[in-house]
């Protein structure tokens, strides 16, 4: 959290020795939240000195780390961040599904701050708003796979997340179509 202050007060010289140490310290212990933690903030550094490949990578290798373990939570705050340098660095597609997932996550966990935090982002960007109803890219590739009669494992393994963001995104996805089971979803998808 020092490193994120340091570099939302535009302060990101001072952040790199701390960032410097908690790398270090993620690295020895090999703990998924710590070296998750580090990414993202390597990522917010490299991103506030302009260098969005460089952030990009940083925030992948975050929610890769994330991927290994269970907290949402950590894992909508790197959306977050990435999603609002993505903003910044103009790619706004990229940006509203990105920040889209934050929002969805933080709202499923009742964390209405950052909620709040994400749909301000997402107000920011500007362009064409997606409908209440309909499916984002990522809820669409789900709601595809498990159409075709895929498993939540193998659409996960597939897709390269974890079984729980596949029962996340398919609990969304029953909400917006209105539909309550796999064989509904099919009908409803393939039509």
Same mark, same amino acid.
């Given at each position: 959290?020092?490193? *994120?202050?340091?570099? *939302?007060?535009?302060?990101?010289? &001072?952040?790199?020795? =701390?960032?410097?140490?908690?790398?270090? #310290?993620?690295?020895?212990?090999?703990?998924?939240?710590?070296?998750?933690?580090?990414?993202?903030? /390597? %990522?917010?550094?490299?991103?506030?000195?302009?260098?969005?490949?460089?952030?990009?990578?940083?925030? &992948?290798?975050?929610?890769?780390? +994330?991927?290994?373990?269970?907290? =949402?939570?950590? /894992?909508?705050?790197?959306?977050?961040?990435?999603?609002?340098?993505?903003? /910044?660095?103009?790619?706004?597609?990229?940006?509203?599904? @990105?920040? %889209?997932?934050?929002?969805?996550?933080? *709202?499923?966990?009742?964390?209405?701050?950052?909620?709040?935090?994400? #749909?301000?982002?997402?107000?920011?960007?500007?362009?064409?708003?997606?409908?209440? %109803? &309909?499916? @984002? =890219?990522?809820?669409? /590739?789900?709601?595809?796979?498990?159409? *075709?009669? +895929?498993?939540?494992?193998?659409?996960?393994?597939?897709?390269?997340? @974890?079984?729980?963001?596949?029962?996340? +995104?398919?609990?969304?996805?029953?909400?917006?179509? %209105?539909?309550?089971?796999?064989?509904?979803?099919?009908?409803?998808?393939?039509?």
């Amino acid at each position: 959290d020092e490193v *994120e202050a340091l570099v *939302e007060m535009g302060r990101a010289d &001072e952040a790199e020795a =701390p960032l410097r140490w908690l790398e270090e #310290r993620a690295s020895i212990l090999d703990r998924a939240s710590a070296l998750g933690a580090a990414a993202r903030c /390597r %990522g917010l550094l490299a991103a506030a000195r302009g260098d969005s490949a460089a952030a990009g990578a940083a925030f &992948e290798r975050a929610l890769t780390e +994330h991927a290994r373990i269970t907290n =949402p939570f950590e /894992r909508a705050r790197t959306l977050l961040a990435f999603g609002a340098a993505q903003r /910044r660095a103009k790619k706004k597609s990229a940006a509203r599904e @990105t920040l %889209g997932n934050a929002l969805a996550i933080f *709202e499923t966990l009742g964390a209405a701050l950052w909620a709040n935090k994400a #749909r301000a982002e997402l107000k920011s960007i500007g362009g064409r708003v997606r409908s209440a %109803g &309909e499916l @984002t =890219p990522a809820e669409k /590739r789900v709601a595809a796979l498990v159409a *075709e009669g +895929h498993t939540n494992r193998e659409v996960a393994s597939l897709l390269f997340v @974890t079984d729980h963001t596949v029962e996340f +995104h398919l609990s969304r996805i029953y909400r917006k179509l %209105g539909v309550r089971s796999r064989a509904e979803l099919a009908r409803r998808f393939h039509s």
